[in-house]
């Protein structure tokens, strides 16, 4: 079996992302490790939980499983809450082939759990938020500073659901100066969108805290989108972008007095992979970036703050459609 076979054949999920920011620190988690050889030949599986703290509920750090053709077994994992939480905790896993061995990592807890809710109806992307997924959906927020440091405000609130062809995002962002935002962003991928009022999402959905998709959308509707690698240095480099990459986004921007409301439909063929199912995870992070009347640079403030910033995959965030 080559390494390639080898990948497909043994596939790591993470059970139920535990929301970090749902619990006390310093308080016990418990999570599940499942580990599925889903080849018709037995295949060895090392795994790693790379962090002090966490083990299985036997007492394991690390340690090897045999896995029979189909057979699945499950590791429940346990840990506790530090206020150290970043890096997060990850289990790393290897697995024999006829080549070299394959590594892969998977996330295993995310500070602040998001949701998908799927749309049984089109979503006419107007702005408006009228559609049954934005009405009953369940609004996230609590935005923090870049880095951490405290709460900030006046907090947005963002909401996802989907379809079999569409990722969709709704975001509404209070703002009692709404007269005064400010957007010089004018055209596709135009730089000026880094200074202007704008909401960014930045997107893994193959969950390996490398590769993700980002968009930036000003006040106006105007958009940026690119794919990104994390770089040698890490989080605390610039990735390397891709602005070939395009999103092929639908987007709408309504104004009210004291809040401004956006809509995203993003094509899932464009992030080459297949319609989401129940019980799907992927990470992401949302951020705004508030400018008003004399500012000279927005205030970033982000869903899920991090010590790398908005940029560090490291520290995403879990999308969970249901």
Not at 131 to 159: A, I, K, Q
Request: net charge neutral; aromatic share 8%; charged share 20%.
């Amino acid at each position: 079996m080559n390494s390639a076979a080898a990948l497909a054949g043994l596939l790591l999920t993470a059970f139920g992302p535990v929301d970090i920011d749902e619990q006390a620190l310093d308080s016990p988690v418990a999570t599940t490790l499942t580990l599925t050889n889903h080849s018709t030949q037995t295949m060895q599986a090392a795994f790693d939980f790379g962090a002090s703290g966490w083990r299985t509920a036997a007492g394991r750090t690390a340690g090897e499983e045999s896995l029979r053709p189909r057979q699945t077994v499950v590791l429940p994992g346990q840990g506790r809450l530090t206020r150290s939480l970043y890096p997060l905790p990850r289990v790393r896993t290897t697995w024999a082939g006829d080549n070299q061995p394959v590594e892969t990592a998977s996330p295993l807890l995310v500070r602040k759990l998001g949701e998908a809710q799927p749309a049984r109806a089109r979503v006419a992307v107007n702005g408006i938020l009228s559609e049954e997924c934005w009405l009953l959906g369940r609004r996230l927020g609590r935005f923090g500073s870049e880095f951490g440091e405290r709460p900030c405000g006046p907090s947005p609130e963002w909401m996802a659901a989907y379809d079999a062809t569409h990722l969709y995002f709704a975001v509404v962002c209070e703002e009692p100066r709404i007269h005064a935002l400010v957007a010089t962003g004018t055209k596709h991928d135009d730089p000026r969108l880094a200074r202007d009022e704008s909401v960014e999402f930045f997107l893994d959905c193959a969950g390996k805290r490398r590769d993700y998709f980002h968009l930036r959308v000003n006040v106006d509707g105007v958009v940026l989108d690119e794919r990104c690698t994390l770089s040698a240095g890490g989080a605390t480099t610039p990735p390397v972008t891709d602005r070939q990459w395009e999103s092929l986004a639908k987007v709408a921007v309504q104004r009210g007095r004291t809040h401004y409301y956006m809509e995203v439909a993003l094509p899932l063929k464009q992030l080459g992979v297949n319609p989401p199912r129940m019980g799907t995870v992927w990470l992401l992070n949302v951020a705004r970036n508030r400018r008003v009347g004399d500012m000279t640079e927005p205030v970033r403030s982000l869903w899920n703050p991090s010590p790398g910033g908005c940029r560090n995959p490291e520290a995403f965030g879990a999308l969970v459609f249901k």
